[in-house]
């Protein structure tokens, strides 16, 4: 079993920065592929970006490209998002997610490949 927990959330204006935390419990968290993703009110969850327990193979939606960074320290149990050139597109509620499954893909963008989730974090951009 394995909790996610969220944080570094909050409202930033456009063009601004903002990184995001998930603090993972489980000995078992190195092993597994990290997701994050976000969803605001009415719409899907939407993929933004995953990593590979390894740290070394990373994926991203196009509209994140560029200006979002996923990383991870597996001696923290701690997945990263760190995200730059904020629009207020980019507001929506941020939630990492786990996939205890496999490893071996390096892009799995929908959420029912992911087996564990946080509760998420606000972020609010404002233009």
């Known amino acids: 079993q394995v909790q996610l927990v969220e944080s570094g959330g909050g409202l930033v204006q456009a063009g601004g920065s903002l990184r995001l935390s998930c603090a993972a419990s489980?000995?078992?968290?190195?092993?597994?592929?990290m997701g994050w993703f976000r969803q605001t009110p009415g719409k899907e969850r939407e993929f933004v970006a995953r990593?590979?327990?390894?740290?070394?193979?990373?994926a991203y939606a196009d509209s994140v490209k560029g200006r979002f960074t996923i990383s991870r320290d597996n001696a923290k149990n701690t997945v990263y998002l760190q995200m730059n050139s904020l629009k207020s597109e980019d507001t929506a509620v941020y939630y990492c997610?786990?996939?205890?499954?496999?490893?071996?893909?390096?892009?799995?963008?929908?959420?029912?490949?992911?087996?564990?989730w946080g509760q998420g974090t606000q972020v609010t951009v404002s233009s």
């Open positions: 489980g000995r078992t968290f190195r092993s597994y592929a």
């Open positions: 997610a786990a996939d205890a499954k496999s490893d071996l893909v390096v892009r799995v963008t929908a959420p029912l490949a992911y087996d564990y």
């Open positions: 990593i590979r327990w390894s740290g070394g193979s990373t």
